[in-house]
């Protein structure tokens, strides 16, 4: 019998994978094959500064890159128990398995010229989705810190979680995240941020001039937005939560601070809390439950100064 099959290839499963490489999104080890280096690339902008910290069983992610001229619509994404589809059209789709820590992707070049748009909607969605599965709890907030201990800025868009985030960074904190963390189900109160770029609304400039010379662009999902590397400032991937605000910034007036029940605080967070399977969610919630009994806080303010006050008055 012949070691090598021969017959038609409907699902291209003999494409060859050849170009290789891991990476360690949010510290976790991910196996990328893939026959395109462009692919590799945006992996490696996306991933390739975190360090390894969690010795858990890899990721493995293969994607399969033929030619095509039209750029795919925004895609589509569907889950039922353990399987989750990203549907673009019938050249852009991926499939992921977190149960088998798997995920397949077909693209095509036209998809693949758009960087942004593969790395945000196909290899992050791909990855975060994983690992929300099986490690993580996603929080909308941003976080700062002093030897790793981290204050959790929270609130509605527009409260200013970045702005204050990058001025207490500025002022002697440690930066850990702009909008997105992730809470670590197995190790209570640890916290991993993305502290490889600051994202800004425009109006930012009106806070910070050091951003006038910074062009606003269109991010992969429409919004605009001022991104830069936060050059110069102290920066880590982890800490550990030690108190959580919530901002709600005003146009003027004084600041004020009060304290929010603990069971508020966690409705909050469910609130935002994307839908998961029922075992997962459970361990989502003890994983929020625990941040949100910190003697959680509502900070009002109009000037970065007086919240910054606020902010290290919580560790001290």
């Not at 693949?112 to 690992?131: G, H, M, Q, T």
């Not at 425009?202 to 919004?223: C, W």
């Not at 102290?234 to 004084?254: H, I, K, M, S």
Request: hydrophobic share 40%; charged share 25%; aromatic share 10%.
């Amino acid at each position: 019998m012949a070691d090598k099959f021969s017959g038609p290839d409907p699902f291209r499963r003999e494409v060859k994978l050849d170009i290789r490489s891991v990476y360690y999104p949010l510290g976790f080890p991910l196996q990328l094959a893939t026959n395109c280096a462009e692919v590799n690339t945006a992996a490696r902008e996306l991933w390739g500064r975190y360090p390894q910290a969690f010795y858990e069983q890899p990721l493995q992610v293969r994607v399969s890159v033929e030619a095509g001229e039209t750029h795919p619509p925004i895609p589509a994404y569907r889950g039922r128990e353990h399987l989750m589809t990203i549907m673009a059209d019938a050249q852009n789709v991926a499939v992921c398995d977190h149960t088998q820590r798997f995920a397949f992707c077909q693209l095509n070049a036209a998809a693949v010229r758009d960087k942004a748009f593969v790395s945000y909607y196909f290899l992050e969605a791909i990855a975060n989705y994983s690992l929300t599965q099986l490690y993580l709890t996603p929080v909308h907030g941003a976080c700062v810190a002093r030897d790793r201990r981290g204050v959790l800025l929270c609130g509605p868009s527009g409260a200013g979680k970045t702005s204050l985030a990058y001025f207490c960074a500025r002022n002697g904190w440690t930066y850990i995240s702009d909008n997105d963390s992730w809470l670590v189900r197995s190790c209570p109160g640890a916290l991993l941020g993305n502290p490889h770029r600051v994202r800004f609304r425009e109006s930012a400039r009106e806070l910070f001039p050091e951003l006038e010379e910074s062009a606003a662009s269109r991010d992969a999902n429409g919004k605009m937005s001022i991104e830069i590397a936060p050059m110069g400032l102290e920066t880590d991937y982890q800490c550990r939560v030690a108190r959580v605000v919530f901002l709600a910034r005003q146009p003027d007036g004084a600041t004020t601070v009060r304290a929010i029940p603990a069971e508020q605080a966690l409705e909050t967070f469910l609130s935002e809390l994307p839908l998961y399977d029922s075992e997962i969610r459970r361990e989502q919630q003890a994983s929020l439950q625990r941040i949100a009994e910190l003697n959680p806080i509502e900070l009002r303010y109009s000037r970065l100064d007086d919240a910054l006050r606020q902010v290290e008055s919580l560790l001290a």
